[in-house]
């Protein structure tokens, strides 16, 4: 056991410290920040109690930052994740150029989030852009569909179906040749149509990498900054707003710590209470 | 061996339907890098076609001079610092929560697993308050280590489920043999785990690599910054000026293509390694 | 082609290495686009590097927005700029009172405070000390296009009042022609609208009061009325299409192109008008007119009140003495003069705007000359937050999503926060 306490004693601390420094630290902080007012310099004097929660919520930007994010993750949800698992079904076989489909569909996930923003603002510009040229082309007037209050939002949206449709989608291709064929065999035998196996055989038994798909795609819906800002920055008028985006532009930009934090608190609350949700599901289904 | 699919779907419907979202996927792309060699004027009137002529100035402006070059090189030693760190301090403390079972270890475990859930913009302001304290602002370190720590939980997950799948005899015998646990690590667990290195290591790279936030709230100063800054930067310069832009952004995604073409094979694989076995 | 890859691979060598070759680093960050300009001050740099061996002063750039969202995170960091470009106003007493701005009073004392117009040192004096060196006044007004204005029959000289150039827009839009440029991404160019109309409406004496709290403070009938009146020409639909997200620098460069006949904006418009227009000239001198902004019937405000701005350069805390210098160095009366003539900027030190060659520039000096009340733009006066607030209204009523008495009810609002409780 001598060499049971060096390793201990040497191994761990690494990963504990920085951790803890970097990552624990900062997240108790952030609760202890979000109930005073305090600009970042000195140390915060100005307590005002639960102050920056009320104005949060008040506020029509972080609302419509609530509700984007909803919006996102009820798109994923809905549009996406079918999208990839039609396309995994369709690629999922050893056909003639499978692997090169493959390929493509994920080269968008490959691209830093920043990038592919800043390519789609290119794409969505409405004077240089594909979206303008090809609605000039069939003889409507060019949309400055980033500049729309009701359609930049879509416009995001179709962004992230693009992103990332490609990464769920291998992961349903991974389960589904998992899955043994004998059992379609089966199926096939006992008279089952497609569509019935599909329901019955395929999606039971790809409950475990949907609900690892739903994991992520929810995870990181609530995440979104790095697209948002090369394409709206939140904007216009506050209409692309996502809780990070509004953690940036009201949090970090003005230097207002407590209420930055207190955006912070809300971000973390919302991800505990996915988690404990999602612990639910998945107990339930064993 | 075949897979069947659930569904038969005639290969014409099939094949046209993925070649057009293969459309869909790479028309942006393909715009964006033949954008590059247009002219401000030529990219107006046509932005989907081929270069009316090829303008080859626009990437090698950007490709000869030093700004460039110098955005991959922050974000090279910026991503190598983070992955080595991660990997060693991940490694270690997996190894640990492996094999050595004591009073608060399961504690202890579930502690680093949690920064699993929380994305590090919860936590941005304070991080910042306390990245400047610390003095860091500004310099790399003050990207690498809160990158480390963020990616510490996923990391020691991966590495800890590989290691518990090790064959126990091996740990077993060594342990007969009077080997110690550093030993141990460093003659028997680490050679083994190079599939799981290569996996969390390149996860670790990547995400370093595109990573936006962290970057610019921490750094200030032009000549630190990653590609990510960079490339806004730039933008920002010439916001009037796409076909500039463009080609700046194609040569800023070549890294990440070409990284991809070359590693596909173990980046897909170790995406679903374990996950679905989880 | 051999010489480049050598001098590439020297620069990124040098540039990871802490210690520059020079004994002495000053580094100054600012914010213009227009390669001239800019140009200009690396050209009064290399000078002083002559002058003075030993010391290598670094003109380094950051685009406008990023600029002002990096400021807050850029001043607490030890490797901060020596020199920042300042618009001062609030954001400039934030700044000094976090003790990051050097005191300059000393070491202006004397022959370098005298070279300043009074109104210039003024603006950069808190508290009985001198924090920064002013550098140029801009005001803000309305260029435009004189063919477009032609082709529509509309005739600059007769917009006087607020009804004028409503009456003007109206007859733009029936030529054809888009009334308005407007940056509307970058919020602060629209909030030009609202500020003037306050200044028209309750002059230097609304404003006054409001700083001091009195009555409603910001949600006070002349800035309600402000609101309306910018609301009146919203209605017109008088932007261009898409302009809530076009930059500043894209605005400019659309003027330039000729796509809108007229654009409220300061005069340092023009620089990056060139720097962004198709043909890096945009606009030509002859063909582009400039009007005052209309009074507003009613209005207690002078009709030769102005709007716009004083900037300066502030030096940062724990700067070397060579960045004081070098200020001094810039603030010559022979560089301001050749500035001024350039057409760059309208220099403060005393006796250069004489210099000036560009007509509008010059009739733009002579206005803020004559001036009782400069106000300096409400987003840097009022200071960070309050001034974010200004720019976000502006933009929610020119999106039609605020009311102008929600408008001034936010502003008023955020400015109780910002200015109660320890500061």
């Given at each position: 056991?001598?060499g049971?306490l060096?390793?201990?004693?040497l191994?761990?601390?690494?990963a504990?410290?920085?951790f803890?420094?970097?990552?624990a630290?900062p997240?108790?902080?952030?609760a202890w920040y979000?109930?005073?007012?305090?600009?970042?310099?000195?140390t915060?004097?100005?307590?005002v109690?639960?102050?920056?929660?009320i104005?949060l919520f008040?506020?029509?930007?972080f609302r419509?930052?609530?509700?984007?994010?909803?919006l996102i993750?009820?798109?994923?949800?809905?549009?996406?994740?079918p999208?990839?698992?039609a396309?995994?079904?369709?690629v999922?076989?050893?056909?003639?150029?499978?692997v090169?489909f493959?390929?493509i569909?994920?080269?968008?996930y490959?691209?830093a989030?920043v990038a592919?923003?800043?390519?789609?603002?290119?794409?969505?510009?409405g004077?240089?852009g594909?979206v303008?040229k090809a609605?000039?082309?069939?003889?409507?007037?060019?949309?400055y569909?980033?500049?729309d209050?009701d359609?930049?939002m879509y416009a995001?949206?179709?962004v992230?179906?693009?992103k990332y449709f490609g990464f769920h989608?291998?992961?349903y291709i991974?389960?589904?040749q998992?899955?043994?064929?004998?059992?379609?065999?089966?199926?096939?035998i006992d008279?089952?149509?497609g569509r019935?196996i599909?329901?019955r055989?395929t999606?039971p038994?790809?409950?475990?990498?949907i609900?690892l798909?739903?994991f992520?795609?929810?995870?990181g819906s609530i995440?979104f900054?790095?697209l948002i800002?090369?394409?709206t920055k939140?904007?216009?008028?506050?209409?692309?707003q996502t809780?990070?985006?509004?953690?940036?532009?009201?949090g970090?930009?003005?230097?207002r710590?407590?209420?930055?934090?207190a955006?912070g608190v809300v971000?973390?609350?919302i991800c505990?209470?996915?988690?404990f949700?999602?612990?639910r599901i998945?107990?339930h289904?064993d | 061996?075949?897979?069947?699919?659930?569904v038969?779907?005639?290969?014409f419907?099939?094949?046209?339907?993925?070649?057009?979202?293969a459309?869909?996927v790479?028309i942006?792309?393909?715009?964006t890098?033949l954008g590059?060699?247009?002219?401000?004027?030529d990219l107006?009137v046509n932005p989907?076609?081929?270069?009316e002529s090829?303008?080859?100035?626009?990437y090698?402006s950007?490709?000869?001079?030093p700004?460039y070059?110098?955005l991959?090189?922050n974000?090279?030693?910026?991503?190598?610092?983070t992955?080595?760190?991660?990997?060693?301090a991940?490694?270690?403390?997996?190894?640990?929560?492996?094999?050595v079972?004591?009073f608060g270890?399961?504690?202890?475990?579930?502690y680093?697993?949690?920064?699993l859930?929380?994305?590090a913009a919860t936590?941005i302001?304070?991080?910042?308050i306390?990245?400047?304290?610390?003095?860091?602002l500004?310099t790399y370190?003050?990207?690498v280590l809160p990158q480390?720590a963020f990616?510490?939980?996923?990391s020691?997950?991966?590495?800890h489920n590989?290691?518990?799948?090790?064959p126990g005899?091996?740990?077993?015998?060594a342990?007969?043999?009077?080997?110690?646990?550093?030993?141990?690590?460093?003659y028997?667990?680490?050679p083994?785990s190079?599939?799981?290195?290569?996996v969390?290591?390149?996860?670790?790279?990547v995400h370093?690599?595109?990573?936006?936030?962290?970057?610019l709230?921490?750094?200030n100063?032009?000549s630190?910054?990653?590609?990510?800054?960079?490339?806004?930067?730039y933008?920002?310069e010439y916001?009037t000026d796409?076909?500039?832009?463009l080609?700046?952004?194609?040569?800023?995604i070549?890294p990440?293509?070409?990284m991809f073409?070359?590693a596909?094979k173990?980046?897909?694989?170790?995406?679903?390694?374990?996950a679905v076995k989880? | 082609m051999?010489e480049?890859?050598i001098?590439?691979?020297?620069?990124l060598v040098?540039s990871?290495?802490?210690a520059?070759?020079?004994?002495?680093?000053v580094?100054?960050?600012h914010?213009e686009?227009?390669?001239?300009a800019s140009g200009?001050l690396k050209?009064i740099a290399r000078?002083?590097a002559?002058?003075?061996?030993?010391v290598?002063?670094?003109i380094q750039?950051?685009?406008?927005?990023?600029?002002?969202k990096?400021?807050?995170?850029?001043?607490q960091s030890?490797d901060r700029?020596?020199i920042i470009?300042?618009?001062g106003g609030g954001?400039?007493?934030?700044?000094?009172?976090a003790?990051?701005?050097?005191?300059?009073?000393?070491?202006?004392a004397?022959?370098?405070q005298?070279?300043f117009n009074?109104?210039?040192?003024?603006a950069y004096?808190?508290?009985g000390?001198i924090?920064?060196?002013?550098?140029q006044?801009s005001?803000?007004g309305f260029f435009?296009n004189?063919?477009l204005?032609?082709k529509?029959r509309?005739?600059a000289?007769?917009?006087?009042?607020?009804d004028d150039?409503l009456?003007?827009v109206?007859?733009l839009?029936?030529a054809?022609?888009?009334?308005?440029?407007?940056?509307?991404?970058d919020?602060?160019?629209?909030?030009f609208?609202w500020t003037h109309?306050?200044?028209?409406?309750?002059?230097k004496g609304?404003f006054?009061?409001a700083?001091?709290?009195?009555g409603?403070?910001?949600?006070?009938?002349?800035?309600v009325?402000a609101?309306?009146?910018?609301?009146?020409?919203?209605?017109l639909?008088p932007f261009?299409?898409?302009f809530l997200?076009?930059?500043f620098?894209q605005?400019?460069?659309q003027f330039?192109?000729?796509k809108?006949a007229?654009v409220?904006?300061?005069?340092?418009?023009l620089?990056s008008m060139?720097?962004?227009?198709a043909?890096?000239k945009g606009?030509p001198d002859?063909?582009l007119?400039?009007?005052a902004?209309p009074?507003t019937?009613?209005?207690?405000g002078?009709a030769?009140?102005t709007?716009?701005?004083l900037n300066?350069w502030?030096v940062?805390?724990g700067a070397?003495?060579?960045a004081?210098?070098?200020?001094?160095?810039?603030?010559?009366?022979?560089?301001?003069r050749?500035?001024?003539?350039r057409?760059?900027?309208i220099?403060?030190?005393?006796?250069t705007q004489d210099?000036?060659a560009n007509?509008?520039?010059r009739?733009i000096?002579?206005?803020?000359?004559?001036?009782r009340?400069?106000q300096i733009?409400?987003d840097q006066a009022?200071?960070?937050?309050?001034g974010a607030?200004v720019?976000?209204?502006?933009?929610?009523?020119?999106?039609?999503?605020?009311?102008?008495?929600e408008?001034?009810?936010a502003?008023?609002?955020?400015?109780?926060?910002a200015n109660?409780g320890s500061r």
């Open positions: 056991m001598n049971k060096a390793v201990v004693l191994f761990l601390p690494p504990l410290f920085l803890t420094l970097f990552v630290l997240m108790g902080e952030a979000s109930v005073y007012n305090w600009n970042g310099y000195g915060p004097e100005n307590f109690g639960l102050k920056n929660y104005l008040h506020d029509r930007a419509s930052a609530l509700v984007n994010n909803l993750i009820v798109v994923s949800l809905a549009v996406q994740l999208l990839a698992f396309l995994a079904v369709l999922a076989d050893r056909f003639r150029g499978a090169t493959r390929m569909f994920f080269v968008p490959i691209l989030e592919a923003g800043l390519i789609w603002r290119f794409v969505y510009d004077d240089y594909l303008a609605a000039t082309a069939v003889g409507f007037a060019a949309p569909v980033l500049a209050r359609l930049a995001i949206l179709v992230i179906v693009w989608m291998m992961i991974a389960g589904l998992q899955i043994d064929p004998n059992l379609y065999e089966a199926a096939h008279g089952a149509t019935q599909l329901w055989v999606l038994m790809l409950r475990p990498t609900m798909s739903v992520f795609a929810v995870l995440q900054f790095d800002m090369p394409l939140g904007g216009p008028s506050d209409s692309t809780i990070v985006t509004y953690l940036y532009t009201y970090v930009t003005r230097m710590i407590g209420f930055g934090s955006v971000l973390f609350l505990v209470a996915f988690a949700g999602y612990n998945r107990t289904q | 061996m075949r897979y069947d699919t659930p038969t779907i005639a290969p419907l099939r094949i046209a339907v993925l070649l057009l979202f459309g869909l790479l942006p792309l393909v715009a890098v590059g060699f247009k002219s401000l004027g107006r989907f076609g081929l270069p090829w303008e080859w100035d626009n090698w950007i490709l000869s001079g700004r070059w110098h991959l090189l974000s090279l030693i910026i991503s190598v610092l992955a080595v760190l991660t990997l060693a991940a490694s270690m403390a997996a190894f640990v929560f492996a094999h079972r004591f270890s399961r504690l202890l475990l579930q680093l697993l949690l920064g859930l929380f994305p936590a302001l304070p991080l910042f306390k990245i400047r304290d610390l003095g860091l500004d370190w003050g990207v480390v990616g510490l939980g996923m020691i997950l991966l590495f590989f290691f518990r799948q090790l005899e091996l740990f077993d015998a342990l007969v043999d009077g080997c110690g646990y550093i030993r141990f690590f460093r028997v667990t680490l083994l190079r599939p799981i290195i290569a969390v290591g390149v996860i670790v790279f370093s690599w595109n990573s936006y936030l962290l970057p709230v921490v750094l100063r032009d630190l910054y990653p590609w990510p800054l960079g490339m806004m930067a933008q920002g916001s796409w076909q500039l832009v080609a700046f952004v194609t040569l800023t070549l990440a293509v070409c073409i070359v596909q173990y980046l897909v694989a170790g995406l679903t390694a374990g989880g | 051999f480049r890859i001098a590439t691979a020297f620069a040098t990871i290495s802490a520059g070759a020079a004994n002495v680093n580094k100054l960050l914010v686009q227009n390669p001239q200009f050209e000078r002083y002559i002058e003075h061996p030993g290598n002063v670094e750039y950051l685009e406008n927005e990023a600029y002002k990096k400021m807050t995170t850029l001043l030890p700029p020596h470009y300042s618009w954001v400039l007493r934030e700044q000094v009172e003790g990051v701005i050097e005191d300059l009073s000393a070491s202006m004397g022959s370098w005298e070279r009074p109104a210039g040192i003024q004096t808190l508290n000390k924090y920064g060196v002013p550098m006044v005001q803000v435009y004189r063919d204005f032609a529509a509309v005739d000289g007769a917009i006087k009042t607020w150039l009456a003007a109206k007859k839009k029936a054809g022609i888009t009334p308005i440029i407007a940056g509307g991404a919020k602060w160019p629209l909030h609208y109309l306050a200044i028209r409406n309750g002059g609304a006054e009061a700083l001091r709290g009195d409603e403070g910001f949600a006070a009938a002349p800035f009325k609101g309306e009146q910018f609301r009146q020409l919203v209605d639909e261009q299409p898409g997200g076009v930059t620098p605005s400019s460069g330039g192109d000729g809108g007229m409220l904006q300061g005069n340092f418009m620089n060139r720097a962004n227009s043909d890096k606009v002859e063909k007119g400039w009007f902004f009074t019937a009613g209005g207690k002078e030769s009140d709007l716009g701005g300066g502030l940062t805390k070397p003495t060579q004081v210098d070098f200020l001094k160095f810039l603030s010559r009366p022979e560089f301001q050749e500035a001024a003539a057409g760059f900027f220099p403060v030190v005393k006796g210099a000036i007509p509008i520039l009739h000096a002579e206005n803020i000359g004559r001036s009340y400069h733009f409400y009022l200071g960070p937050s309050v607030v720019n976000d209204v502006s933009a929610d009523i020119a999106a039609k999503v605020m009311t102008p008495k408008a001034a009810q502003v008023q609002q955020a400015w109780q926060l109660q």
